[in-house]
């Protein structure tokens, strides 16, 4: 019987990969490809369909809600979680067939990670960088993260934001080529988010290609080139943080103070407003176009004027919002009061 030259499974790999390059830019080069990632923990399904590429050089963050399978999929990114179905590929590799070499070029930081309690920070950073052949100085970057002062303290005398610094440095002693970062700040206190924040542009910089998943929406308006959405393990949206606090963010904020109370109906009812919300005194409404003069005009004809007027750009944060919030969630006065 003659040989098959692809098998099905070769085949639609093939197929997967073609639907992700064509979503790229003419020449970006994808290092991370994942194509209808599937994964369950018995009858809890994590994953359905999780599907991106990831362009070299470039830092991509993965946002959604708790339990959303971010953890998940990044687990089957690196090569510690077996996905049921779908494909992974990492620098052209796929994790489980290829484990040394995607392990060689990859540094993960997990979101739970646990070290030996005995060992000192120094003697960790030292026993991960002998797993690698071009690992960074150890001294150099136990500075930059702030862990100088600590070298010589067993793991389990860390404070929480120490043991996140200390994970972070294990992720990148490696030299990696990709760096996985899990929940990268969290518990970190506000100076030290902004320096790791610099630490990360840093390696970026030297063309480390970064998957950050986070919370927080300012670190992925600073840090991501292009952001996923990931909601019920699925991908609900790709893009750049910017483009999609436009697209999906809801349009313009317009904040104020009715000089007297006025009926919801007249903002309601007009082109340029899409919601109205009431903070306190205060009102918010959202929308596009000429929102302000719109706005404006209306409150002038019931003889109302808008005081402590502020006007805001759609954000990340509103975007996340809109797109994660599911029905059952959502208030049935909202916009109708
Ligand atoms: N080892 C496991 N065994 C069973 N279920 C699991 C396991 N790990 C994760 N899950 C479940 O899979 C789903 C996705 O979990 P995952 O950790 O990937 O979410 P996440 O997006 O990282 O959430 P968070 O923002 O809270 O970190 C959740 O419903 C979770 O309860
Ligand atoms: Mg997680």
Not at 217 to 231: F, G, P
Not at 253 to 272: A, K, N, Q, W, Y
Request: charged share 25%.
């Amino acid at each position: 019987m003659p040989r098959a030259t692809t098998s099905p499974v070769d085949q639609r790999a093939i197929a997967d990969a073609d639907l992700l390059t064509s979503t790229l830019a003419d020449g970006a080069h994808p290092i991370i490809e994942v194509a209808r990632l599937r994964k369950a923990y018995g009858s809890t399904v994590a994953l359905e369909d999780v599907s991106f590429a990831i362009v070299e050089g470039e830092i991509f963050g993965i946002l959604g809600p708790n339990g959303a399978g971010k953890t998940t999929t990044v687990e089957c990114l690196s090569g510690l979680r077996v996905p049921d179905s779908g494909t992974v590929r990492v620098l052209g590799l796929d994790p489980q067939h290829s484990r040394h070499a995607v392990r060689a070029s990859v540094g993960v930081q997990l979101q739970e990670g646990s070290m030996p309690a005995k060992l000192t920070v120094r003697e960790l950073v030292d026993l991960f960088a002998s797993f690698y052949a071009n690992p960074l100085d150890a001294t150099e970057l136990l500075e930059l993260l702030g862990l100088t002062a600590k070298c010589d303290d067993y793991y389990k005398r860390l404070s929480g934001g120490q043991k996140q610094r200390l994970s972070i440095a294990l992720a990148l002693i490696g030299n990696p080529k990709v760096a996985i970062l899990d929940e990268l700040t969290t518990g970190l206190d506000p100076q030290a988010r902004r320096e790791t924040w610099s630490l990360i542009e840093g390696v970026r910089d030297r063309g480390v290609t970064i998957v950050l998943v986070t919370h927080f929406m300012d670190e992925a308006e600073r840090l991501c080139d292009r952001v996923a959405l990931i909601d019920s393990g699925r991908v609900i949206a790709i893009d750049t943080p910017a483009g999609l606090a436009e697209r999906e963010g809801g349009g313009n904020h317009m904040r104020f103070h009715p000089s007297r109370p006025v009926d919801d109906s007249l903002l309601t009812g007009l082109r340029e407003v899409d919601r109205l919300e009431h903070q306190g005194d205060r009102i918010v409404v959202s929308g596009t176009g000429d929102l302000l003069g719109a706005v404006i005009s209306a409150l002038a004809t019931a003889g109302t004027e808008a005081k402590d007027v502020r006007l805001e750009s759609s954000t990340l944060e509103d975007a996340f919002v809109r797109l994660t919030e599911h029905p059952s969630e959502t208030s049935e006065e909202d916009g109708r009061r």
